[in-house]
């Protein structure tokens, strides 16, 4: 499996650790094959939601002491779960968030899509806290923070790919507040009134980003250095977004090679 396709999960570059590569490559491989069975394919949702009860239930038989049924849950089990000592609640949460990407389509307003990222990518980064043991409240809090913003910034470049999923991840009430339909989304209309709302949404995200970053600087080794690298390459998005002037319908902002090098580079002068 390719480390890059499931949108929340570090890379598991050459800068991890390698003790911590192959417990996280076998939570990777959980969490992309929920994500994909929620997501990805021609499946009935009745059906999608059977595959997840069904990893649901190798995670009660973990957590009862039992030996799981198949191969991906077993791996989990014997290279993460028991080596580390991991608590399962972040995996129940991911598989709770991945049902309602398939029930919920619509949020209300910020405080009901900061409780989908509560569950869908902050379990990812007190994954990662507890596999290089850091555990305290501020490093949580903080991993909570760093990874809230990049779920919701996944969510701003991806505006048109979520819509023809069926999905709207803007506040329902934000875009009431500056005027924008969900015409705008269906016509690719980046007019003023929607590039308010974006600037808006962006905005608050950075500062969610920059809260947690020194976290970046508090992991030492390694594993600080590519969480610093992320970071910036969650600001280096926001930015292009905003050289856009947020229209996402015609300029999907992707990272290159140039901006891995400004990554780089900047992740080591933070140090």
Known sequence: MSVEHYENFPVGSWALPRRL??????????????????????????????????????????????????????????????????????????????????????????????????????????MMLHLYGCNDPLSIAQSDGICTALQLINFWQDIAADWQKGRIYLPLDDMEKFKVSEAHIAEGNADFAFRRLMAYQCSRTFKMLQAGSPLGKTLKGRIGFELRMIIVGGQLILQKLDAAQYDVFHNRPILDKRDRFIMLKRAFLKK
Request: charged fraction near 30%; glycine fraction near 4%.
């Open 21 to 126: 590569r192959r417990p996280i490559h076998a939570i990777y491989a959980f969490a992309r094959t929920a994500d994909d069975w929620a997501d990805e394919g021609t499946l009935s949702d009745s059906r999608r939601l059977e595959q997840l009860a069904a990893l649901r239930a190798e995670l009660d038989r973990i957590a009862a002491g039992q030996t799981p049924q198949t191969e991906l849950m077993q791996r989990l089990e014997r290279e993460a779960v028991r080596p580390f000592q991991m608590p399962l609640e972040p995996f129940y949460d991911l598989l709770s968030a991945f049902c309602q990407d398939i029930e919920k389509k619509r949020y209300q307003n910020f405080g009901e899509l900061v409780d989908y990222c509560r569950r869908s990518a902050n379990p990812v980064g007190r």
